[in-house]
């Protein structure tokens, strides 16, 4: 549903979409949908996370500045520092 809106709201076209190789990504209603909306699909190799080396230092950054330091009172409070850090 996030990839349909993202598509609709920002008409990106001859879009490739680099991931891991989890059940969600090969499920083949998933590989089907993403087919019919133009996404190329490219699954990295088992065991190399350096092949999505940006989303994997994203991810560790995420966890040592915001999850580790913070004790969330709600999801709106997590939304908000969220929203301010990738600002």
Known sequence: M????????YRIENITLRKDNGSQFIAGVVRQ????????QEF???VTPEEN???????????REVIERY?????YHAEMIFSRYYE
């Open 71 to 75: 004790e969330f009172e709600s999801i």
């Open 53 to 63: 080396a940006y989303i994997e230092a994203l991810q560790s950054n995420v966890q």
């Open 44 to 46: 990295i190799h088992v």
């Open 33 to 40: 949908f993403l087919k019919d909306k133009g996404v190329n």
């Open 2 to 9: 996030l990839l349909s809106l993202v598509l609709m709201e």
